[in-house]
């Protein structure tokens, strides 16, 4: 693997974002778009449109694939990801934690709402990271993620935010801070997003605030994957109010992530 340069961990470190250029190959790319159309054709049993009721167009969202399609499965343990995951976050060990698929199809105006990942998921530290791989030519009109660059730092936890219309009453247990409205103001934050190519990838702090516009155009497609990893800080935290995940770990709370659920890859 082409190692990870000081620059890419200083600014990892330092912004909580950082995009890495060309480090999926062609075969996984092709691997990869070939296990998304498997996916969308027959949807797992996570899979969910989180554009249903709001807009036309569908924004697919599925998670925890790599428990059931071979090709899911390798890019969470033997792509280059874990070992990218790792070096930035300056961990000896990267345990895979989940991947979730985000396909933004053109004509959905349904945006990403502006959300942390941390506050959603059962687990705490600060070594935890999604590397986000690009699967087709991205920019702002068809739904480029976009970071407030710093914000991993900010030492708030705000209240997820459900994806989806509806689903709000997952998280009403919280006694988070609900996030600020960005959008009224986006001069007051330092927003950052990448135009990308396929085999570019983000990876991303699981405090940074984060979302993304709908895909405005009419034929380009956006086909994103977030393979997620864990480091050595990071310990099993089913606490109240997060995220109901398909499959639970046999882990105690306060427990090092790695199990059969949560693999050891680096
Ligand atoms: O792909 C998107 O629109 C959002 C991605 C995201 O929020 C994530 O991977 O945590």
């Given at each position: 693997?082409?190692?990870?340069?000081?620059?890419?961990?200083?600014?990892?470190?330092?912004?909580?974002?950082?995009?890495?250029?060309?480090?999926?190959?062609?075969?996984?790319?092709?691997?990869?778009?070939?296990?998304?159309?498997?996916?969308?054709?027959?949807?797992?049993?996570?899979?969910?449109?989180?554009?249903?009721?709001?807009?036309?167009?569908?924004?697919?969202?599925?998670?925890?694939?790599?428990?059931?399609?071979?090709?899911?499965?390798?890019?969470?343990?033997?792509?280059?990801?874990?070992?990218?995951?790792?070096?930035?976050?300056r961990s000896q060990h990267a345990d895979f934690f989940y991947d979730q698929l985000l396909v933004k199809e053109p004509g959905t105006a349904h945006p990403t709402p502006w959300h942390q990942d941390q506050p959603y998921w059962p687990v705490k530290g600060w070594q935890i990271a999604s590397v986000w791989i690009a699967l087709d030519p991205i920019d702002r009109s068809n739904g480029a993620v976009e970071f407030i660059a710093g914000s991993h730092r900010w030492g708030i936890n705000y209240r997820p935010t459900p994806f989806r219309k509806g689903h709000e009453v997952k998280f009403t247990d919280s006694d988070l801070a609900q996030i600020p409205d960005i959008d009224a103001d986006r001069s007051r934050y330092d927003i950052r997003w990448w135009k990308m190519e396929p085999g570019d990838c983000l990876v991303f702090h699981a405090m940074i605030v984060h979302g993304a516009p709908g895909n405005s155009t009419p034929g380009a497609r956006r086909r994103g994957l977030a393979l997620r990893y864990t480091g050595d800080d990071a310990r099993y935290d089913p606490r109240p109010g997060t995220f109901q995940f398909p499959h639970t770990p046999d882990l105690a709370p306060g427990a090092v992530m790695t199990c059969g659920l949560f693999p050891r890859v680096v």
């Amino acid at each position: 693997m082409t190692p990870i340069a000081a620059a890419d961990i200083d600014t990892y470190d330092r912004d909580g974002v950082v995009c890495l250029r060309a480090r999926f190959d062609s075969g996984w790319i092709d691997r990869l778009r070939a296990a998304v159309e498997r996916d969308l054709a027959s949807p797992g049993p996570s899979a969910t449109n989180f554009a249903e009721g709001s807009s036309a167009g569908k924004f697919f969202g599925d998670m925890f694939m790599w428990k059931h399609d071979p090709d899911f499965r390798a890019a969470a343990l033997e792509s280059p990801a874990a070992a990218i995951a790792a070096g930035l976050m300056r961990s000896q060990h990267a345990d895979f934690f989940y991947d979730q698929l985000l396909v933004k199809e053109p004509g959905t105006a349904h945006p990403t709402p502006w959300h942390q990942d941390q506050p959603y998921w059962p687990v705490k530290g600060w070594q935890i990271a999604s590397v986000w791989i690009a699967l087709d030519p991205i920019d702002r009109s068809n739904g480029a993620v976009e970071f407030i660059a710093g914000s991993h730092r900010w030492g708030i936890n705000y209240r997820p935010t459900p994806f989806r219309k509806g689903h709000e009453v997952k998280f009403t247990d919280s006694d988070l801070a609900q996030i600020p409205d960005i959008d009224a103001d986006r001069s007051r934050y330092d927003i950052r997003w990448w135009k990308m190519e396929p085999g570019d990838c983000l990876v991303f702090h699981a405090m940074i605030v984060h979302g993304a516009p709908g895909n405005s155009t009419p034929g380009a497609r956006r086909r994103g994957l977030a393979l997620r990893y864990t480091g050595d800080d990071a310990r099993y935290d089913p606490r109240p109010g997060t995220f109901q995940f398909p499959h639970t770990p046999d882990l105690a709370p306060g427990a090092v992530m790695t199990c059969g659920l949560f693999p050891r890859v680096v």
